[in-house]
């Protein structure tokens, strides 16, 4: 089995990355961009979590079995959000108060 091990500046520099992502989530907090507040919360999140599979669960340099799973989880989550969304979007649309 192959292993590639991610030197000690790759996961410092990751860090960093992950540090400075944390503090523009707190920024991001206190700023007020009306609609867009959600959207650029979870683009940053996700950019966390890419960093975290990549670097630290080692998804980069993986075997072609990890990178399927991760796609799968990837298109897994990517259906439940188009169904969340689109059960958010059309709530109004009924008339009924309730319904």
């Known amino acids: 089995m192959k292993t ?4 000690l500046k790759g996961y410092i520099l990751t860090w960093l990355a992950l540090l400075a992502l944390a503090g523009l989530t707190i ?3 206190f700023a007020n961009l009306g609609q867009f507040n959600i959207l650029v919360a ?3 999140a996700a950019a ?4 975290l599979a990549a670097v630290y669960m080692h998804g980069l340099f993986g075997t072609t ?3 399927v799973i991760a796609a799968g989880g990837i298109i897994w989550f990517l259906f439940f959000l188009t169904l969340v969304l689109g059960d958010y979007m059309t709530r109004g649309w009924v008339p009924f108060p309730g319904k």
Do not use: C, D, F, K
């Open 65 to 67: 079995l990890i990178r």
């Open 27 to 29: 920024l991001i907090g």
């Open 42 to 44: 979870v683009a940053i």
């Open 48 to 51: 966390q979590a890419s960093l």
């Open 4 to 7: 590639h091990l991610v030197s």
